[in-house]
């Protein structure tokens, strides 16, 4: 059992910067892929990012491309969200995810087994 615990979230404007944390803890030696997903009010949870935990190996959703960041410090079990010039389109609760199925990564929230309990971002304007 892998338990997540995301921070980080709050307000941020429109051409700022904020930084999401999602602290891994439990049987983490078997994670292999961690990730984030989004879900604003009314609509489908949707793929963000994702890193392989073993390669490095990044994948990220055409909307954060340019634009966010993810990277992993294996040493504290984190992975972190780093989002610049975020845009209110981006408010939305941010989910950490992560899996242990195998070295891939996946766009498909299915794919992840573990998730975290969310952390809202909103982006004024």
């Known amino acids: 059992q892998v338990t997540l615990v995301e921070s980080g979230g709050g307000l941020v404007q429109d051409g700022g910067s904020l930084r999401l944390s999602c602290a891994a803890s439990?049987?983490?030696?078997?994670?292999?892929?961690m990730g984030w997903f989004r879900q604003a009010p009314g609509k489908e949870r949707e793929f963000v990012t994702a890193t392989s935990l073993s390669s490095g190996g990044t994948l990220y959703a055409t909307s954060a491309k340019g634009r966010f960041t993810i990277s992993g410090d294996n040493a504290k079990d984190t992975v972190y969200l780093q989002m610049n010039s975020p845009k209110p389109e981006d408010t939305a609760v941010y989910y950490c995810?992560?899996?242990?199925?195998?070295?891939?990564?996946?766009?498909?929230?299915?794919?992840?087994?573990?998730w975290g309990q969310g952390t809202q971002v909103t982006v004024s304007s």
């Open positions: 439990g049987r983490t030696a078997s994670t292999y892929a």
């Open positions: 995810a992560a899996h242990n199925k195998g070295n891939w990564l996946s766009r498909g929230p299915s794919d992840y087994t573990y």
